[in-house]
């Protein structure tokens, strides 16, 4: 069999076709997945503190409380693992306990760093602003460098 080769008609429409995905395509920051089995593990292990503490009234509210809350934690991580992702018509970011929002780069009014020092921690959110809200993301939330992740995201909002 004796294949034709595309035309120029044709190979500008693929080229085209490819340009139109790769604008489309989205970058996706998460939550890394040995740290959301982490959050898991300890739910586990806060609930079998808590079967053990039956005879005990205030261990059993603590580690109750505390199994409650970490498996909060757990959930939220299961549910939206994907706390930021950019194209290059704008941001989604996670909203409430595991909602997303959609917003379009326009409506974006601010995109930096809040880096603070106490005592022996350094601290570092990745914040973006919009007229009516304030979303801040941690490398715990992102799985990567706050400032890696602001760099590819000022890239991606000049490509836009």
């Known amino acids: 069999m004796n294949e034709e080769e595309p035309n120029a008609e044709d190979r500008d429409t693929e080229d085209r076709d490819a340009k139109d995905l790769a604008d489309r395509e989205e970058r996706r920051w998460r939550v890394p997945a040995p740290q959301i089995a982490l959050k898991v593990a300890a739910t586990v292990l806060l609930a079998a503190l808590t079967a053990m503490s039956t005879g005990d009234v205030q ?15 757990a959930l939220r991580d299961l549910l939206a693992p994907v ?5 290059t018509e704008g941001l989604t ?11 379009p780069w326009s409506q974006i009014t601010g995109l930096r760093i809040d880096e603070r020092r106490r005592l022996f921690l350094h601290t570092r959110l990745l914040e973006i602003e919009t007229e009516d809200d304030l979303h801040m993301l941690s490398a715990f939330d992102l799985g990567a460098d706050v400032h890696d992740v602001q760099t590819e995201l000022d890239s991606i909002r000049a490509d836009a």
């Open 93 to 103: 970011v996670i909203s409430g306990y595991a909602g997303r929002r959609r917003i």
């Open 59 to 73: 261990a059993l509210v603590l580690a109750g409380a505390g199994t409650i809350a970490c498996a909060a934690l």
């Open 83 to 87: 706390r930021l992702a950019a194209d």
